[in-house]
């Protein structure tokens, strides 16, 4: 059974920095891209970064290049997410996914986060206020 849990959310203020980090089990870690999306407060579902199997290939959303960093290590099975320059439109619910095929792409179709395609961790909480 694939299993996801997304750790290291919290409450920071604007400008500050976290570190999620998503410790896979139940598959093959390495043969799969990862992606990290995100539901701010009354939005919608949002790609927000993908990286490829040996993590040589990554991907962001507009709105958070520059600032947030995908990495993964396929020994520990785990994807991290480090988020710099925090600002209060980074505020929502974070979550690991794994599409169901190997490979990637990017983004993955819209479409696949109305229907949760693949398998999706609980999400961790980031909130960033003064």
């Known amino acids: 059974e694939v299993q996801l849990v997304e750790s290291g959310g919290g409450l920071v203020q604007p400008g500050g920095s976290l570190r999620l980090s998503c410790a896979a089990s139940?598959?093959?870690?390495?043969?799969?891209?990862m992606y990290w999306v995100r539901q701010a407060p009354g939005k919608g579902l949002e790609w927000v970064s993908g990286?490829?199997?040996?993590?040589?290939?990554?991907y962001y959303a507009d709105s958070v290049k520059g600032r947030f960093t995908i990495s993964r290590d396929n020994d520990k099975k785990t994807v991290y997410l480090q988020m710099n320059s925090l600002n209060v439109e980074d505020t929502a619910l974070y979550y690991c996914?794994?599409?169901?095929?190997?490979?990637?792409?990017?983004?993955?179709?819209?479409?696949?986060?109305?229907?949760?395609?693949?398998?999706w961790g609980q999400g961790t909480q980031v909130t960033v206020s003064s």
């Open positions: 996914v794994r599409l169901p095929s190997a490979g990637g792409t990017w983004p993955p179709p819209n479409s696949w986060l109305m229907t949760r395609v693949g398998s």
């Open positions: 990286i490829s199997t040996i993590g040589r290939t990554t």
């Open positions: 139940g598959f093959t870690f390495s043969n799969y891209w």
